[in-house]
């Protein structure tokens, strides 16, 4: 885990305890029903940042799951996961000489049009009592630009409701995207961290700063050890802000389960976080 997020600061002995770390989550559990939605439970197709994975918001991700929502966290082969099986069974380790920037961004979002695709369909074979109904895309960082090029990129046919964008790296767009402060063409929100905030990244119908929230808030890096040491490594990378994590996780689950309910960004309930600043809104 520790060369995972790039740790080259001597602390890696912090995190040794994470290759033992149990995620909470059960393989193959069943899927029950939402009484709120119905039949029909929204689908969220996420993309990872630059150099992390499947596994970097395991505890977010389970929290969203918890509020009547599915969540497949995609990892991408475009060199840019921190490692990843390819469909052969070998490895491939993060490598940001693997493509270029545009490549890279084209071969991501191919990916979440993929999974769009692919997975409703599977998840309704697999399980018979589920409807997938919502369908959005999400993303981290560098996994933000790699959603919005996929909706935008996406035909008519291609069922995509909306987007969830947790501090979206707008600059590594590579000229393929609209700029900062731009309308998407379908429902989007974005959630911004402190230093976001300040860089003044906005991006869709609705933007809002999550108070005390740094760019690690949005993955599990609070939970990877204790409160205080993860606040202290904050002092070299934005790892924990001074917001309780369990409470960021917690509003942040709530908020996208309302937009995908209602696919509607000005809905008070979208907005209703006590951590929550409203930036902007069309």
């Known amino acids: 885990?520790?060369?995972?997020?790039?740790?080259?600061?001597?602390?890696?002995?912090?995190?040794?305890?994470?290759?033992d770390a149990?995620?909470?989550?059960?393989?193959?559990?069943?899927?029950?029903?939402?009484?709120?939605?119905?039949?029909?439970?929204p689908l969220l197709v996420y993309s990872h940042g630059y150099g992390g994975n499947m596994d970097?918001?395991?505890?977010?991700?389970?929290t969203m799951a918890s509020k009547g929502m599915i969540v497949a966290a995609l990892e991408h082969?475009?060199?840019?996961?921190?490692?990843?099986?390819?469909?052969?069974?070998?490895?491939?380790?993060?490598?940001?000489y693997f493509m270029t920037g545009r490549q890279q961004l084209t071969r991501r979002a191919s990916e979440?049009?993929?999974?769009?695709?692919?997975l409703p369909n599977?998840?309704?074979?697999?399980?018979?009592?589920?409807?997938?109904g919502t369908i959005m895309l999400g993303g981290h960082s560098y996994g933000a630009p790699s959603a919005i090029m996929a909706a935008n990129?996406?035909?008519?046919?291609?069922?995509?409701?909306?987007?969830i964008l947790h501090d979206p790296a707008l600059g590594m767009g590579y000229g393929m995207l609209p700029p900062n402060g731009a309308k998407s063409r379908i429902p989007t929100v974005t959630y911004v961290s402190d230093e976001y905030n300040r860089a003044n990244v906005r991006y869709g119908d609705l933007t809002l700063h999550i108070k005390g929230a740094y760019h690690g808030n949005f993955v599990d890096a609070p939970l990877w050890a204790p409160t205080f040491v993860m606040r202290l490594l904050s002092l070299v990378i934005p790892a924990a802000g001074p917001a309780d994590p369990n409470e960021v996780h917690e509003q942040l689950a709530q908020s996208a389960f309302d937009f995908m309910i209602t696919k509607d960004s000005a809905s008070p309930n979208v907005m209703r976080g006590s951590l929550f600043e409203l930036i902007k809104s069309f």
């Open 122 to 132: 599977k998840i309704e074979r697999l399980h018979s009592n589920v409807k997938v």
């Open 77 to 96: 082969t475009d060199g840019t996961a921190s490692s990843t099986v390819l469909q052969d069974g070998s490895e491939r380790k993060f490598n940001e």
């Open 112 to 118: 979440l049009l993929e999974a769009v695709h692919f």
């Open 56 to 62: 970097l918001a395991t505890y977010l991700f389970r």
């Open 1 to 19: 885990m520790a060369s995972m997020v790039g740790f080259r600061l001597g602390l890696e002995f912090l995190l040794a305890h994470l290759a």
């Open 22 to 41: 149990s995620s909470g989550c059960i393989a193959d559990a069943p899927i029950h029903n939402n009484k709120q939605s119905g039949n029909d439970i």
């Open 153 to 163: 990129g996406a035909n008519r046919q291609t069922n995509i409701n909306g987007l």
